[in-house]
């Protein structure tokens, strides 16, 4: 089955500076690639995703890139702030066939 | 559209005793998805539902625990003669259809005494 590898596991950066989040994944089927957000206890909250048939999708100050020969898709998040500090999960599926697979997180610490 | 809703937020109960958990997904959404997530780790799919029909189960799924979508709508999880290791957040997400994305509940805290 698929298996989704996502570095690092924490990330401390300066407000205004960019944050990099990069996943692998296993399964060369994987066509669907969506990033949660999730604050202390709270839901996961999906921020941005993208498919197989694009290469990078950008909202705003977020963008994610994908390597499909590669097997890695990565997240951007530019001019951070501190209310970006959350934990991000990276996640592949076969979109229509399988439930989601994640990564195990990045706790990513905007310092101000 | 009030999101997904979970029900309750935290339950707490002794080693052995039954729990059951609910879930409201988005209204119109067939897809109903259920999750356990431990702390520091990322969900990890447990079994989901297109409609009524529960198409697919997790090895995580043991046979004390059991899940139902009876109209298609709401769902609930059951956990039998619960144990320590049962202690986890209980995410539901719910999709449109199957090319959708996936959208979460607030969970459910488990924590067995």
């Known amino acids: 089955g698929e298996n989704v590898e996502q570095h690092p596991s924490t990330l401390s950066v300066q407000e205004g500076d960019s944050a990099v989040i990069k996943c692998t994944y296993s399964?060369?089927?994987?066509?669907?690639f969506p990033w949660y957000k999730q604050e202390l206890g709270k839901r996961p909250q999906l921020i941005i995703d993208?498919?197989?048939?694009?290469g990078e999708k950008k909202d705003q100050r977020i963008a994610v890139t994908l390597n499909k020969t590669a097997k890695h898709f990565s997240l951007h998040i530019t001019e951070t702030q501190p209310e970006d500090s959350a934990v991000y999960f990276c996640?592949?599926?076969?979109?229509?066939?399988?439930?989601?697979?994640f990564g195990k997180g990045t706790r990513l610490s905007v310092i101000a | 559209d009030t999101g997904v809703s979970q029900d309750p937020r935290h339950k707490i109960t002794k080693r052995g005793q039954n729990v059951t958990f609910r879930c409201d997904p988005i209204?119109?959404?067939?897809?109903l998805y259920w999750y356990r997530q431990t702390l520091g780790q990322g969900p990890e799919f447990l079994t989901y539902?297109?409609?009524?029909?529960?198409?697919?189960k997790s090895r995580l799924l043991s046979d004390r625990f059991s899940a139902e979508r009876p109209k298609g709508s709401f769902s609930t999880l059951e956990i039998q003669r619960t144990e320590q290791g049962d202690s986890a957040m209980y995410l539901c997400?719910?999709?449109?259809?199957?090319?959708?994305?996936?959208?979460f509940g607030d969970g459910t805290r488990l924590s067995i005494l």
């Open positions: 997400a719910s999709s449109f259809d199957s090319n959708q994305p996936q959208h």
């Open positions: 399964d060369s089927a994987s066509n669907y």
């Open positions: 993208i498919r197989s048939n694009v």
């Open positions: 996640a592949a599926t076969t979109s229509g066939n399988t439930p989601l697979v």
């Open positions: 209204s119109e959404h067939n897809r």
């Open positions: 539902f297109q409609n009524e029909a529960q198409l697919e």
